[in-house]
């Protein structure tokens, strides 16, 4: 599918740039996300009042 040749293209470079943001900026989130308080979500039964 991509062979090196692909990647020794303008075009190829460009989308190897693209996937290195994406997977950085995929890393800053995760980062951002671990430091993170946990929130505490309540359950749909206890907000309506179901019995169990």
């Known amino acids: 599918m991509y062979t090196a040749r692909f990647f ?8 190897l740039a693209s996937i290195m943001a994406m997977v ?3 890393c800053f989130a995760l980062s951002q996300q671990l ?6 979500l ?3 039964a ?6 169990a």
């Open 8 to 15: 020794s293209t303008k075009l190829g470079r460009a989308s």
């Open 24 to 26: 950085a900026m995929n």
């Open 35 to 40: 430091h993170a308080a946990p929130q505490v």
């Open 42 to 44: 309540a359950s749909s």
């Open 46 to 51: 206890a907000i309506t009042g179901e019995l």
